[in-house]
Structure formats: C-alpha cells, structure tokens
C-alpha cells in the first residue's frame, strides 16, 4: 500500500493561493530539472480563478514561474468555439494568460481545433495525437505523464468530464475521450481518461466552499466514495494527489487534514 493523498486546508482561498503557489512551483521546477519544459494539464470550473491568484498574486514559494517553459493542455474541454462562454480555453484565457506580466514570458498553449466542433470523437481524437506529437509516439509509452495535473471536483464527484457511472470510466487504451451526452451542459466535451488524468508526477486538486461539503465527506470518508471519479484518481495515485481546500469544503470530513500552509 502507497500512502494516502494529501489534504490541505486553509481558512479561505486567500490562504490557499501561496500554498497551491508553492506546490505548482515545486512541480515546474522538478520539470524543468527533467527535461527543461513544464507539461500541465488545467481543467475549468473555479480553477483557473484561485490558480491566476496563487501565480499572479502571491509571491511565496521557490525562484519565479517561468511561463515561458510551460506547455498548457486542457483536461477537458467543451465541444464549443474558444470565444464561448462555455469554453474552458476562454476561461483559462481571460484568468490566466491575458494578465501575465509582460515580461514573464509565454506559455505554448494547446486548445482544441475547432474545425471538429460538429464530430466530438474525431475531435477527441485530433487531441490525443496533440499529445502524442508532444509527449511521445504511442508505441513508446503507454500514457502520457503530464508533469502537472491541475483539477476541480464538482458536488458530484465529477472531475475532468468524467462523471461518476460513466463507462468511460472503464476505458483503459485511449488517452482522450468524447462524450456527447454530458449530464451536465454543455452535452458534447474531450475529456482525458481515467488512466492519464492519474499518471501525472503530481496532481492538484482544489476544492472550495460550504457546497463541496458532503461529496467530500463522502470521497474521503466512504467506500463508495472512492467509486467516484475523484476517489478513483485518489486511490491510483495515492500521494502524487494533493488536495488544496478551504475548511468549509471539509467541514465533517473525518479524513485527517493538514491546516495551514504547506
């Protein structure tokens, strides 16, 4: 048996963003001693916002981010074009990349192609080859190993689009994924699979407010939360998760977590 994930609280996102800073700055520089590029994988959802706090706001954590080393995926993304008010690249945009300082550098940037907006599975997989030209040939490694995973965990236990009962949480080869029937709209979406949203060298999850009470309660303190996409990624990659939350988040949790920072 590995050792469990880590859960970190912190009285409010305030307090959240240099430790979450620290912890993204820790996996860019471990990435960068690897092999001088930083691969992260970004979902949407509240995300985006308490990441363009921990990075752009707080200044804690070791050497600078150097975003001109940083290669962004998306973990999911909606069948929609990137000025859409659905999109997760828009969001991610407008939070993050249109306020780094001028002189920080550029991030290269991986968006869906939108010539496959009408055809989720050909766009699902347009993106897997993304990766593939980026990461590696598929007959080389089995999965990509992204050298951050950045998630959000919905009141369902959703994480990526992967939602909870979903075959595709059985599917074991592809590394990208359609769905044209998302519980949640917008129905069309890409998501990456279970087995690479749980093969990142670390992996951030964030979790904030009263509403995400009782699914953690429920991840974290029953088996049948350990079903849940969340708990799954928890259960596979034990402590290469880390969980940044705010204690109305874990209000009830019995799971031991760590307060304060990092």
């Known amino acids: ?109 991986y968006p869906i192609d939108v010539k496959y907006l009408d055809d989720v599975q050909e766009m699902a997989d347009q993106y897997e080859q993304t990766l593939v030209s980026v990461f590696a ?10 050298d951050l995973l950045l998630l959000g965990c919905g009141p369902d236990g959703h994480t990526c689009s992967l939602f909870p009962g979903s075959p595709l949480l059985r599917e074991t080869d592809a590394w990208v994924l359609p769905i044209s029937d998302s519980p949640k709209p917008p129905p069309k979406r890409i998501t990456l699979s279970l087995p690479v949203a749980s093969h990142g060298i670390k992996i951030g999850f964030v979790a904030t407010g009263g509403g995400k009470k009782d699914i953690m309660k429920q991840i974290f303190d029953t088996e049948e939360g350990q079903q849940l996409p969340c708990g799954l990624i928890n259960t596979f990659a ?8 705010d204690y109305p988040a874990i209000e009830g949790v019995s799971f031991p977590a760590r307060r304060g920072s990092l």
């Open 1 to 109: 048996m590995g050792k469990p994930p880590n859960l970190y609280a912190f009285q409010s996102t305030d307090e959240l963003a240099p430790s979450l800073r620290t912890f993204v700055l820790d996996a860019q520089n471990s990435a960068l001693e690897r092999h001088n590029v930083f691969r992260v994988g970004v979902s949407g959802g509240s995300l985006p916002k308490v990441l363009a706090k921990a990075l752009l706001e707080s200044s804690t954590g070791e050497g600078k981010v150097q975003f001109d080393k940083w290669e962004i995926f998306f973990a999911d993304e909606r069948a929609v074009p990137l000025d859409h008010e659905d999109s997760n690249y828009k969001l991610v945009k407008e939070e993050l990349l249109d306020r780094l300082p001028a002189d920080s550098g550029k991030p290269a940037v």
């Open 137 to 146: 040939a598929r007959d080389s490694v089995k999965l990509p190993m992204f």
């Open 238 to 245: 034990q402590e290469r998760v880390s969980w940044f939350v």
